[in-house]
């Protein structure tokens, strides 16, 4: 890598995540991988004492990570429809999305079209819940980061064994090899006790991930509970069955002794959750993502974000889809964490810092590419090269982040995924941009991904 040009990014304000905020920072990227962060001119003064000619681009607003969608289903881009009006909860919204989703989709184009939004938003990554084999290639043919979790769903234990848990294996096996590939149990109550006891197995023994839908159905709310009542040697082969029976065990007690949670694995919306609940997720290690927007369309609770973020509970940000999203621009999201925080009491003056780290590296701790050759989330020396440029005006550091949070959605001018240009705004490009970007179609659909390079 070492013979490849060197970029200096400089910003009015650069926000590496993992370190103070930098006011007239500056980034130097080389190939796929950063080279070095700091203030902008030590960064130039490093570069001219080594000798390295360098292409400075230099933008007045900020510069982040990447963002990382911590739960999306881009295939269903194509149903906005069934998000255009609210619901009184998950049964009645089911019943807005069946038969849209019946009607019959291109799935691999609709995928497409949400990858390339997710791009344009300033994304690099995400976790992207397959439903039909046509979307399982969204994420690598945009060039994107992350996890593509084929779902799982409606499987009983007697069909499970006969024959589920070989189709799921085939299936998990026939998904693209780039970027990552896991399973998603689609929740507890859609699936019966045995295949979720093996699914996570299936994943674990070839080193991939899991992602499970948690806390958001009314079902799981039922459970509500002091403390846990034991259902493990009463025979039930189900949630529904644990319902019926009166146990008093949460969903979430009940999928942690299923051996589903774990440091490899993320939950998806965390509404319906104790603190018993948010206790077990933070001792397992799991990362729970938060889709307020979606859970405002569907007619829910907003999620406890309050609590997450007084008890230091990991935390990442999703979109969900468009069938229960207004956009798939994850700095809606948060956005509106922001407003639901405050209105829980939460009055911390880290709130806009928590939150935007919850957008970029809690996305990739949920997914496990914080670590490793191609770690991600965070703007550092030797991560790769996933930025993403907002158009906002910069004051002092903390008033930034701020204005940030609460209205970044909408103003991303370009992104830059493992050191290529993807997408570029006309500000962007007249800011000096256009010396960054390869040729080719400079706005609109992104740039052709980047060939994987070692560093």
Not at 91 to 118: C, K, Q
Not at 123 to 138: F, L, S
Not at 204 to 216: A, D, Q, T
Not at 282 to 293: N, Y
Request: hydrophobic content about 40%.
């Amino acid at each position: 890598m070492t013979g490849y040009p060197v970029t200096l990014y400089s910003a009015d304000l650069v926000l590496p995540i993992t370190a103070p905020p930098i006011l007239d920072g500056a980034i130097a990227v080389r190939g796929e991988r950063i080279l070095h962060v700091g203030e902008r001119a030590w960064v130039e003064r490093s570069l001219a004492e080594r000798g390295v000619p360098v292409t400075h681009v230099r933008w007045p607003g900020v510069l982040t990570p990447g963002l990382v969608n911590a739960h999306t289903h881009l295939q269903y881009t194509g149903m906005a429809e069934v998000a255009q009006r609210t619901y009184q909860g998950f049964d009645d919204w089911i019943t807005g999305f069946n038969p849209v989703y019946e009607r019959g989709h291109d799935w691999g184009a609709d995928a497409a079209a949400g990858a390339a939004m997710l791009v344009a938003t300033g994304t690099t990554a995400a976790a992207d819940i397959v439903t039909d084999p046509e979307a399982a290639h969204a994420l690598h043919d945009a060039g994107l980061q992350g996890i593509a979790y084929w779902e799982v769903m409606d499987w009983t234990n007697d069909e499970w064994s006969k024959r589920g848990r070989a189709e799921v294996e085939a299936a998990l096996d026939s998904l693209p090899d780039r970027p990552g590939t896991g399973l998603s149990p689609h929740a507890p109550y859609s699936l019966e006790i045995v295949p979720l006891l093996e699914i996570p197995d299936i994943v674990r023994e070839r080193g991939r991930r899991l992602h499970i839908h948690l806390g958001e159905s009314g079902i799981e709310r039922e459970f509500a509970h002091d403390a846990a009542e034991p259902w493990q040697s009463q025979g039930l082969g189900s949630l529904i069955e644990l319902r019926q029976a009166g146990f008093g065990t949460s969903a979430t007690d009940y999928v942690d002794h299923l051996g589903v949670l774990g440091p490899d694995c993320h939950v998806a919306h965390g509404v319906y959750m104790s603190e018993r609940d948010r206790a077990i997720l933070r001792a397992r290690g799991t990362t729970v993502a938060l889709c307020p927007r979606s859970n405002e369309v569907i007619g829910l609770d907003a999620p406890p974000v309050a609590a997450y973020l007084r008890e230091g509970s990991p935390i990442a940000i999703g979109t969900d889809s468009l069938s229960s999203s207004p956009s798939l621009d994850l700095m809606g999201e948060v956005k509106e964490l922001m407003r639901v925080a405050r209105g829980q009491g939460y009055s911390g003056d880290d709130l806009a810092e928590r939150l935007l780290r919850a957008a970029t590296l809690g996305g990739a701790h949920a997914m496990g590419i914080d670590e490793g050759a191609h770690r991600t989330g965070y703007l550092a020396v030797g991560a790769r090269a996933d930025l993403a440029f907002f158009d906002v005006p910069v004051t002092t550091a903390d008033e930034t982040l701020t204005v940030l949070a609460e209205s970044g959605d909408g103003r991303c001018a370009a992104t830059v995924i493992g050191g290529r240009v993807r997408h570029a705004t006309a500000a962007f490009v007249d800011a000096g941009g256009a010396a960054a970007i390869p040729p080719g179609p400079r706005i609109g659909p992104p740039f052709p991904a980047a060939r994987a390079q070692e560093a």
